[in-house]
């Protein structure tokens, strides 16, 4: 069968199982976007493309699948850098089909010319340029491969215009067809070190399980919950992990690190032993590296190994999934004589080990003395904190819910309860503003059976709101919950603590732009919600709209601010918890 | 390019032998990963192999500036490296081709051609008052040739940066990092 290089493309993309691709066409692209008017893949036309690269991360971090974007060459092309980004820091499969120049006019600065492959080699896990038609089911192949083996993460196919015109012979390659001679993915965990991980854990008197967003990745919380049922261990769930393991259970003490609760963070460091799951000891987590964690044995479980020993020394180093190696951990465990009660077979090994209980008593204490808090008056300015808990508590439990970055982002991950992976869509290593509105429309496309909620800040919805219209026209209903204190929050946080209440370039007013007037003129229905007592009818009334975007504008307290805090560079044990209750948030 | 005598035998270089594939920008991917990481490069030569799938690099990494095995690891990760191997300078065979013009009138012109001479080099271009001559060795060995040279006055000089295989005797001590778990 002869088909055009842009034929074979898409016929490539069905093959993968695609079923919904991003993005934008323009005129290096046009060709590939022909074939698409007779595809069965949905085609959801973004108005920017960073918005594409969001949406396509957002799908696949609620599905597990890879989420596709499509951009013309240029401007496109690199419009679409900021998500490849955002994707590398946050290991997520993004594939990324770009537009390119014909080979002929390539190194003339031709119109829309630009060198992505060469601008993105640093921010995807590898990238094509396809030069012959030929190549082009065999690249997409390995593409997808790439982007979805190991550690996941973006990659980029740049494919010339004279390419995708040209006519070629169909065949879809075999995994052994792929030309990928030096890509090698992490085979089963050796059993010696696993062995010696289960023996650490069984040793430890104050074991924590550090778990990061690779537990999610890998799918592995069902395995995760039975190593904590074995072991016993307390649980921490870094920004990538919420929801990897609930936060209803006892044994779960919330988020880590600069933003995480008291206890989260202050187990660590008194811990004997941290069991690092998909997690890698980003300076968010650690604080001053020095001083983190500083009575810790580690066992560092991860599928990519440049992350061992990168930041801190392991004394048990395992490359592996982590589906694998917490279900291989589970299994020593129990050949020393774990079992699932948490109890330990007479005789055995594990009925030796030390008794966990002045552990989990003092966490418990730390928790009763520690725990997150704010307050809500009547009648007193509205607090963000109490936006997140009331939307959580009206809307069902498997909402999955998308942020964008900074303080409405950290209000999220401390007050939203998770009860599972999959059901929070956040930019954590890239920290990209603007995220939350593409990626919740992203996420609603991919599982359409759930309500998708973006808690959003004000100046990041500023900074993608436009993808409102993709969803409105496309019937996409997201719900958008704008915590609109009317300044870049966390940088004012910042500038009030640490630079002398010297206020530079933050302040962006509540009333410019009219959020609801806009939400409107973008299709949406909107509400203004401006006192404590309008919070849970408006939210009850935003849930029940299911046939168009909604938006809420909370006039928030601009003074609050997000704590528990560790300033940047400090050690973990400097933990700042705010103003004393009843002292108000100013 | 050029070496200082501090290399050879110095703790802070390592050699590494990586195997790529050969196909276009693979080596500004290897490059861009060194900048980005700040990984420092002390020389890099690039050559084709027996394979025409594949080239060689051969690259001497400052240790200085990050952990050996953690400049490994991300250099295995990109998709066109196939084999790293690291070759501990004791059991590599190491060599080195130096060009270089030097003024050489007169009797001068004897001089020069009887010290390259000594390390087995040649005078491979004569002119009226200069020499070009090409040595290979060792580094060290270039570094005392480039030494002996420099009072003639050297007008130009180019060193290639070092190429490595492993010593016959001592094939068994390389270590195939790519293939080695934690």
């Keep these: 069968m002869e088909l055009t290089g842009a034929q074979a493309l898409i016929k490539s993309l069905e093959m993968e199982g695609v079923e919904v691709v991003f993005g934008l066409p323009g005129g290096a692209i046009l060709p590939v976007y022909d074939p698409l008017l007779d595809s069965s893949i949905r085609h959801v036309l973004v108005r920017h493309e960073q918005g594409a690269g969001h949406a396509a991360e957002g799908y696949a971090q609620v599905t597990g699948r890879p989420g596709v974007a499509m951009v013309t060459s240029g401007p496109g092309a690199t419009n679409i850098v900021t998500p490849l980004m955002d994707a590398m820091m946050d290991s997520v499969p993004l594939v990324v089909v770009s537009g390119q120049v014909p080979t002929t006019a390539i190194g003339t600065d031709a119109f829309q010319e630009t060198a992505i492959t060469s601008i993105t080699m640093g921010i995807t896990k590898h990238n094509w340029l396809v030069t012959d038609p030929a190549d082009l089911p065999r690249v997409v192949a390995e593409a997808f491969h790439v982007a979805t083996s190991g550690r996941p993460g973006p990659v980029l196919v740049d494919v010339p215009k004279d390419v995708s015109n040209a006519r070629t012979s169909w065949y879809w390659p075999s995994a052994d067809d792929l030309d990928l001679p030096g890509y090698r993915l992490p085979r089963a965990p050796e059993p010696g070190l696993v062995r010696r991980a289960a023996e650490l854990l069984l040793g430890a008197e104050r074991p924590v399980l550090y778990v990061g967003g690779g537990v999610i990745k890998a799918e592995a919380s069902e395995a995760l919950r039975r190593l904590v049922d074995l072991s016993g261990a307390p649980v921490v769930t870094t920004l990538m992990a919420r929801g990897a393991f609930p936060d209803d259970d006892p044994r779960c003490l919330g988020m880590p690190g600069m933003h995480g609760t008291w206890t989260a963070t202050t187990a660590m460091q008194r811990a004997d032993l941290l069991v690092a799951l998909g997690s890698r000891f980003d300076d968010r987590v650690t604080g001053k590296v020095a001083t983190f964690a500083p009575g810790a044995k580690v066992v560092h479980v991860d599928v990519d190994p440049a992350e061992i020993g990168k930041v801190r020394r392991a004394d048990v180093g395992i490359v592996a999934d982590c589906k694998v190696a917490i279900e291989a951990l589970c299994e020593a465990l129990e050949e020393l004589g774990s079992t699932p009660e948490g109890r330990a077979r007479p005789g055995t090994p594990a009925a030796s080990r030390p008794d966990l209980g002045p552990w989990h008593a003092q966490l418990a204490k730390w928790r009763q003395a520690h725990p997150l808090r704010y307050e809500q008056t009547q009648g007193g300015p509205l607090k963000p904190q109490f936006v997140v808990e009331t939307l959580r508590e009206l809307s069902p439990p498997d909402t999955v819910v998308v942020t964008g970055v900074g303080q409405h982002q950290m209000w999220a991950s401390q007050y939203w309860r998770f009860a599972e992976p999959r059901t929070w869509v956040t930019s954590g290593g890239a920290g990209t503003m603007g995220f939350a509105v593409p990626a919740a429309l992203g996420a609603k496309v991919g599982r359409p059976d759930r309500t998708v909620w973006a808690i959003d800040g004000d100046g990041c919805f500023q900074m993608t709101a436009q993808e409102l219209v993709t969803a409105t026209a496309e019937r996409i209903p997201v719900k958008v919950a704008i915590l609109n204190n009317a300044y870049l929050g966390m940088v004012r946080q910042w500038q009030e603590l640490f630079y002398e209440e010297r206020y530079s370039e933050v302040y962006l007013s509540p009333d410019l732009p009219d959020y609801v007037q806009w939400a409107e003129a973008m299709g949406c229905r909107a509400f203004r919600v401006e006192s404590p007592e309008e919070v849970a009818p408006t939210i009850e009334k935003a849930n029940e709209i299911d046939d168009r975007p909604v938006v809420i504008d909370f006039r928030t307290d601009a003074f609050e601010k997000v704590y528990p805090m560790v300033p940047a560079g400090a050690s973990n044990d400097e933990i700042i918890e705010g103003p004393a209750q009843g002292e108000g948030g100013r | ?182």
């Design chain 2, 1 to 182: 390019m050029s070496t200082s005598a501090t290399v050879h035998g110095g703790s802070r270089h390592h050699i590494l032998s990586v195997l790529v594939e050969n196909k276009a920008g693979v080596l500004a991917r290897v490059a861009s990963l060194f900048s980005r990481r700040g990984y420092n490069i002390f020389s890099l030569a690039v050559a084709p192999t027996d394979d025409e799938r594949f080239s060689r690099l051969t690259i001497v990494v400052d240790v200085e500036s990050a952990p050996l095995e953690q400049i490994i690891r991300q250099l295995d990760k990109l998709v066109n490296v196939v084999q790293i191997s690291e070759l501990a300078p004791e059991a590599a065979i190491e060599r080195e081709l130096l060009l270089a013009t030097v003024r050489a009138e007169g009797p001068a012109r004897v001089e020069v051609a009887t010290l390259v001479a000594i390390f087995q080099g040649s005078v491979i271009d004569v002119g009226p008052d200069q020499v070009t001559v090409a040595v290979t060795g060792t580094p060290e060995a270039l570094d005392s040739a480039e030494d002996l040279l420099r009072p003639f006055g050297i007008v130009e000089l180019q060193r290639t940066g070092r190429v490595a295989l492993p010593r016959l005797g001592a094939r068994r001590r390389l270590t195939p990092v790519a293939d080695r778990s934690a």
